[in-house]
Structures are given as structure tokens and as C-alpha cells.
């Protein structure tokens, strides 16, 4: 199985890291680089995967995104685009790309079951290396390529209304699509949340634990002292 581009995926974020991609400056402003960005799509094609990367640091919480496909084919989408936006009603955002870029945006296999369909699934996934090997391989090979990429990722499921429901996830939340909001690139995706489900080994003495904050340690350095 051929695969032009791997996007990489770390549970642990680190930046600078080994292959963050420097992008090319516009400006140099108080010792930051500044790039302008065009405000159309068409503007900011890049041939090169790596050139097209958003040139910024900011990360976000991973969602694994459930459906069904064409001819009931459970599909699942690694979302690192996810959002809470609301909390009564539960709102879930997530943004699919609809672009026709490169490698790195372009048209998802799993917009048209999500468009057609109207629902999801929206696992949370936790970090271990088991997990995120099943991450990397589900971001980097659609539906198209391998109608088994559930179980080649190493994951099971159990079949539900609104998409393959994965047993790995301590935390699921069935969504039904209000709303749906056309961007530059990506389509903006409103789920309300209709019920959540949690696994039963949750409990008190095997809970969730989130890190909220970060710890931000500032160093002065000669540059910026």
C-alpha cells in the first residue's frame, strides 16, 4: 500500500522539535518571525506537503471520529481539529477539509458519509503507545485505500447509530451534526452531543486524568534578555 505523505502525530507535544518546518518570514518584528498569510485559499497553494504546514504552534485536543460509510463500511477519522464549544447543549466542533491542495489538504473520504449522514461518534482517546501507533495509522490511510483501516489500526468497535462506537475510547460522545459552516479550506462541523458513553472501567479508583495547563517555564536567554 502506497503512501505519498505520513503526517506524524505525538501525544506529547514539543517546539521547537527535530522537524518542525521553518517557514519563510515576511518580517522580523521584536525578534519574532511574521508571515502574512492570503486571505483566499487558492493564494496559499504549496506543492510541498511540508510547505503547506501552518506556520504556528498550537495544539489541539485529538478527537477520533466515527461513521459509516458507503455500503455500512465503519470508518474512522483521527480529528486533531476538535473542539468543545458549548457545554448545555454539549457542542463539539470539528473541521474537515474540503481543500484541493496537496497531499496535506485535501478532500476527506469521510466528508461525504458525515454530510450525508448528519452524526458521528467522537472518542476520546488517551496516551499510550498502543494508541498512538492506531492514530498515526488511521491519519494516514483513507477509507478509499483500506475498507479495514478500523482493525488494521489494532482497534475494535461495536456497531451503533451513529457510527463504529470504539471500545479502546474510556469516553465516547454520539454528536448529531446542527450545523455545518464553509471555510477556506475545511468545512466547520457543529455536533451536538446526544448522549455520552463511558466505558465501565472508568470509576474512581481508574479515573481520566487531564492536564489542562501546561507547565510554561520562561527563559531569559542573551537574545531576549
Request: glycine share 6%.
Amino acid at each position: 500500500m502506497e503512501v505519498k505523505y505520513q503526517k506524524g502525530y505525538a501525544a506529547d507535544y514539543y517546539f521547537p522539535a527535530r522537524n518542525t518546518v521553518g517557514f519563510q518570514a515576511d518580517k522580523v518584528e521584536d525578534g519574532m518571525f511574521v508571515r502574512f498569510l492570503p486571505p483566499l485559499p487558492e493564494d496559499q497553494v504549496e506543492v510541498d506537503d511540508d510547505k503547506a504546514r501552518w506556520p504556528c504552534f498550537f495544539p489541539s485536543s485529538l478527537g477520533m471520529v466515527t461513521t459509516w460509510g458507503e455500503d455500512g463500511v465503519p470508518n474512522l477519522m483521527p480529528c486533531g481539529s476538535t473542539s468543545v464549544l458549548i457545554r448545555h447543549p454539549l457542542c463539539f466542533a470539528i473541521c474537515v477539509s474540503y481543500a484541493k491542495i496537496n497531499t496535506r489538504y485535501a478532500v476527506r473520504a469521510s466528508l461525504k458519509s458525515l454530510l450525508a449522514q448528519k452524526k458521528f461518534v467522537c472518542g476520546v482517546p488517551y496516551a499510550n503507545n498502543d494508541m498512538v501507533n492506531s492514530i498515526k495509522y488511521a491519519g494516514n490511510i483513507s477509507i478509499v485505500s483500506d475498507p479495514h483501516k478500523i482493525h488494521n489500526a489494532g482497534l475494535e468497535f461495536i456497531a451503533d447509530d451513529h457510527g463504529p462506537l470504539l471500545t479502546a475510547m474510556p469516553l465516547s460522545y454520539r454528536c448529531n451534526i446542527v450545523k455545518i459552516v464553509r471555510l477556506g479550506t475545511h468545512f466547520l462541523m457543529l455536533g451536538e452531543v446526544e448522549s455520552v458513553i463511558v466505558r465501565d472501567d472508568v470509576t474512581k479508583d481508574n479515573h481520566l486524568k487531564w492536564y489542562s495547563y501546561p507547565d510554561v517555564i520562561k527563559v531569559k536567554t542573551e537574545q531576549h534578555a
